[in-house]
């Protein structure tokens, strides 16, 4: 069942900044991009399972932060070696200021 949950205050994420989220056993990472919209992904690097909030934010890409491999956040893309496996994504939904990810 998918289910709406909340991760934190609009003003909290400034633009190109990212966030970690853990809920569960799940870790995720969510970004506020460029153009003033939110996202979400995986919170863990594909490659090797780097922490991506520690990564560094640019434009609408994420760099991890262990061998560098970038992704585009909007759709998962691997977008720099070593990163070839596609990030999950997730829908996004700004409610009352605050910003909620959609998961199962
Ligand atoms: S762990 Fe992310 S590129 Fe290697």
Redesign the pocket.
């Known amino acids: 069942m998918s289910q709406h949950i909340r991760v934190c205050d609009v003003d909290v994420l400034e633009a190109e900044s990212i966030l970690r989220f853990d809920h569960g056993d799940d870790t995720y990472a969510i970004y506020h991009g460029p153009d003033g919209q939110f996202y979400a992904t995986d919170g863990y690097?594909?490659?090797?399972?780097?922490h991506?909030s520690d990564?560094i934010v640019d434009g609408f890409e994420i760099e991890?932060?262990?061998?560098?491999?970038m992704f585009d956040y909007r759709t998962g893309t691997p977008t720099l070696?070593?990163?070839c496996v596609k990030l999950k994504t997730y829908p996004v939904a700004i409610k009352e200021g605050a910003v909620f990810i959609l998961i199962e």
């Open positions: 690097c594909t490659h090797e399972a780097a991506l990564g991890c932060p262990l061998h560098f491999g070696a070593p990163a």
